[in-house]
């Protein structure tokens, strides 16, 4: 069974800032552009990106450690449930003994829980005096002829969720089907899938599976409506001079041109290149950041000191800083 604590290489109930911190330095390390034609590290990459889409998420991170969620992000049964939380409490317990004994008693509790919830176990039999009111069938009370709507969540990635895509989704029954991602989805969003909830007692229409949406968060795009923003780094040499450089978009390269005397902070726009949801469609914003060489460059320094349009005091006096 994967663990996504071991692919981050963080410990579990590490911070949300060290999984955060580990994520970008894998995805900046991994990038498939700077790997190029390299299958292993793409796969790689791929799997570290997943990882973060529910560790990077507290409400799916919870979960994930509570055993409601698998690896994948689909909800597991009540049973399975129930044994990662079993595997969770020993792990913790192992932890703090400095042992790793199956204790099937102190599990017994929490197992005896989950079976008297989910059925699996014969209830002891007692009056009604003893116990108190008996527990109705939710169905006859409620009158219902529809089975129940039967809730799952799943994460998907930034790009899947501006492109779409199809997701495989396992149900609580067992079976498995492949759900479509619409274009253009956003965080928090639900698909229904109508018959594939819970069924009828009365005979009637098998309920509904709503399949809540997550979008991980990503290492350089943000959202804001159908727009999507990016940073762009540049070199010092293409915001003086200009030129034509690459830009990575959630549907492949582009190929923009970069006005001479670009500052940090300048904002291009790629028009119709944002979010497409239905009939509308918005741009995509490209924010350039002027970066210079990490080691010292002698030349450039030596240039700089015979250039006479530098005037940093000018600059800032005329921005109303000074």
Do not use: C
């Not at 790689?44 to 997943?50: D, L, Q, S, Y």
């Not at 009111?133 to 939710?138: F, G, I």
């Not at 030129?243 to 902070?265: A, C, F, H, Q, Y």
């Amino acid at each position: 069974m994967r663990d996504l604590y071991q692919i981050l290489g963080v410990k579990r109930g590490s911070s949300d800032a060290d999984v955060k911190k580990a994520y970008r330095a894998l995805a900046k390390k991994l990038h498939p552009d700077t790997n190029k034609d390299d299958e292993r590290v793409a796969e790689r990459f791929k799997e570290v990106t997943a990882a973060y889409n529910i560790l990077g998420d507290k409400d799916l991170r919870n979960k994930y450690d509570r055993g409601e969620i698998d690896a994948d992000g689909n909800q597991q049964s009540a049973f399975d449930a129930a044994a990662q939380n079993a595997r969770n409490q020993r792990a913790s317990a192992h932890r703090a003994r400095g042992k790793n004994p199956f204790d099937f008693e102190e599990a017994e509790d929490l197992f005896s829980d989950f079976f008297n919830f989910g059925g699996f176990r014969k209830k002891k039999k007692s009056s009604q005096k003893s116990e108190g009111k008996q527990k109705t069938n939710p169905y006859k009370e409620a009158g219902r002829r529809k089975g129940l709507d039967i809730n799952y969540t799943i994460t998907i990635g930034f790009e899947e969720s501006i492109t779409g895509g199809s997701r495989r989704l396992k149900l609580n029954d067992g079976r498995s089907i492949d759900i479509k991602i619409p274009e253009g989805i956003q965080d928090g969003q639900v698909v229904r899938l109508t018959g594939q909830g819970g069924p009828s007692i009365a005979g009637g229409e098998k309920g509904d599976a709503l399949v809540e949406v997550h979008v991980s968060e990503h290492a350089y795009y943000t959202r804001e409506g159908l727009d999507i923003h990016l940073e762009l780094p540049i070199s010092l040499d293409e915001a003086v001079l200009g030129g034509d450089i690459e830009v990575p978009t959630p549907k492949g390269r582009l190929t923009i041109r970069v006005p001479r005397n670009s500052s940090t902070g300048k904002r291009l726009r790629l028009k119709g290149k944002g979010v497409k949801k239905r009939d509308q469609v918005g741009n995509m914003y490209v924010s350039l950041k002027v970066m210079l060489p990490k080691t010292r460059d002698l030349e450039l320094e030596k240039a700089l000191k015979n250039w006479k349009g530098g005037n940093g005091p000018a600059l800032r006096k005329n921005s109303g800083l000074l």
